[in-house]
């Protein structure tokens, strides 16, 4: 995998000078990148180092399994496991750490594995920190006053790029995956459909003074716009075939994210396929894509396999979220009712499509308790363009206690009698409004125009314009943080909102004080002053 790294662990479970100073010689080098540094030892050593600053989290592995002592260290570090490098010579631990998305690296000829996830070195010293550290870090952005451009097909950078051409209206948000390629970008892209406040406890977590008995993550509901596309019986994919032409854009301006590129087949047919992508900001349960695709030198037939599916795993703790109370499909609306296990929120998921510009279309449906998948076997034209439309629904129990499925439903039934002109419509009308007010417009150059944008941009389509919940560090963009909500949203979000919409921060200070008698009774209860606990983290 190669995505952005945060921190690094490294198993240290040897006291002889020979073996424990090439790690301390590792472990000074990472320091030097600003890297969070953890260790997973036994060592009495180690000690020092942590008084001295250089460890951030020590875990006593002689004490716990593996898999406690991995979800110990993410919780504590706070970091993603996909954001995590694990260094070790213990062949289970990098097998159960790859298994959660961490970049594992096996020291020794002991560790040596021919599992894929795993990569080898047979010494510390051949281990490149400046590549390990700048993992997933995209070096060039095309500079545009109101355009994110990836202008080439980026896969080994798939999870970084689905951060930045994350969509979201504060109420849901959905990262930025490629829609057609899932197969290839398999163990890097990290696809999260996210719902802000709707979160699952497990524990305990902490049984140290001052923490929490349990601990509550953010729930990914799944991957709902994957496409897997067929001609002629040959899968599109970068593993075969050639993809030419490729752009991806998110348009700030507009609030969508667009993508084209041509694929020609091993046996020479070349398609053409485009898409828009929106979250929608005036209809908050909706989101939707449009995939149009062009013969450009054949007549074949082209086959979609459109999917919706569902994620129950609970990365950090190795087990479901969520339960399915029911599934199924009515009038080719695809519908899930879930409930999370411990937390009680009821959620529900509906999908449908329109299709136009192609007069032999035939659809089918399969369907199992986690996913759907609706099957259009187009007989293709060259040169004449089919049009697909794919609307999809998210609503909680926050917003439609007791008729969440129906009201997803419901959404879905509007989009489709509306079309996806009139939803890409109001999409526009929102951002064009938005900017006409808020829009601050730089003399200097245009990669500093282009950064203020995005971040005005990523700030108002992360707040979820509900006193009950609020924007977590880094919104609805990925699962870091496990989307807790940091003082980072005071200090860094709130003065924004306090000079372009009062209203809207007056809401986010109305959430924080809701908590307020809480935070006290906690001071209390474990020898703190006042609401100190409202300082880092809800």
Not at 179 to 189: E, H, L
Not at 198 to 210: I, S
Not at 282 to 302: G, K, P, S, Y
Request: glycine content about 8%.
């Amino acid at each position: 995998m190669k995505s952005i790294i945060q921190a690094v662990i490294a198993d240290v479970n040897d006291e002889t000078t020979e073996l424990i100073v090439p790690y301390l010689q590792f472990l000074i080098r990472v320091k030097q990148h600003s890297v969070k540094i953890a260790a997973l030892s036994a060592s009495a050593y180690l000690r020092q180092f942590r008084e001295a600053g250089m460890l951030d989290v020590i875990i006593n592995s002689g004490i716990l399994s593996v898999e406690d002592a991995v979800s110990e260290m993410v919780g504590r570090l706070a970091v993603h496991p996909f954001n995590l490098a694990v260094v070790s010579g213990e062949l289970s631990l990098l097998k159960h750490c790859a298994s959660i998305g961490m970049h594992a690296i096996a020291v020794g000829s002991t560790a040596k594995s021919n599992d894929s996830r795993i990569e080898h070195v047979e010494k510390l010293e051949h281990i490149d920190v400046d590549a390990l550290c700048e993992f997933g870090v995209i070096k060039i952005l095309p500079a545009d006053t109101w355009k994110i451009v990836e202008d080439r097909l980026d896969p080994a950078n798939a999870a970084t790029w689905e951060s930045i051409f994350a969509l979201s209206n504060g109420v849901f948000g959905i990262r930025g995956n490629y829609d057609f390629f899932a197969r290839d970008v398999a163990g890097i892209s990290d696809p999260q459909t996210l719902m802000h406040g709707v979160c699952e406890f497990k524990g305990p977590h902490n049984t140290k003074r001052g923490f929490p008995g349990r601990y509550h993550a953010i729930v990914n509901w799944g991957d709902f716009f994957r496409q897997d596309i067929a001609v002629g019986g040959e899968c599109l994919g970068l593993s075969q075939g050639i993809v030419s032409d490729f752009r991806r854009v998110l348009d700030m301006y507009k609030g969508v994210v667009t993508t084209v590129f041509v694929w020609e087949s091993p046996s020479g047919k070349r398609l053409k396929v485009e898409t828009v992508r929106l979250v929608s900001m005036d209809r908050l349960d909706a989101a939707a894509m449009r995939m149009q695709l062009t013969a450009l030198n054949f007549c074949n037939t082209v086959t979609v396999h459109s999917h919706m599916q569902l994620d129950r795993r609970f990365k950090l703790f190795f087990g479901p979220a969520f339960e399915i109370i029911e599934h199924g499909v009515d009038e080719g609306a695809g519908y899930f009712h879930c409930r999370t296990l411990e937390s009680n929120f009821s959620v529900g998921i509906a999908g449908n499509h329109a299709h136009s510009g192609g007069d032999d279309i035939t659809l089918s449906f399969e369907q199992n308790e986690t996913a759907l998948a609706t099957t259009f076997a187009i007989e293709a034209v060259k040169g004449k363009c089919i049009s697909i439309d794919k609307h999809v629904s998210i609503v909680s129990s926050l917003r439609a206690a007791g008729r969440e499925p129906a009201a997803a439903g419901d959404s879905v039934r509007r989009a489709m009698l509306d079309g996806f002109d009139r939803l890409y419509a109001g999409q526009q009308q929102f951002w064009h409004d938005f900017w006409q007010r808020n829009d601050i417009i730089l003399d200097g150059p245009v990669e500093d125009q282009q950064a203020l944008r995005f971040a005005l941009f990523h700030l108002r389509q992360s707040h979820p314009r509900d006193d009950r919940v609020s924007i977590s560090a880094t919104g609805l963009t990925g699962d870091n943080y496990q989307c807790h909500v940091l003082w980072d949203t005071e200090i860094y979000m709130l003065p924004f909102f306090v000079y372009s919409d009062p209203a809207l921060a007056r809401q986010l200070l109305v959430y924080r004080h809701s908590l307020l008698d809480k935070a006290r009774a906690w001071a209390r209860e474990y020898g703190g002053r006042g609401g100190e606990n409202l300082r880092f983290e809800n």
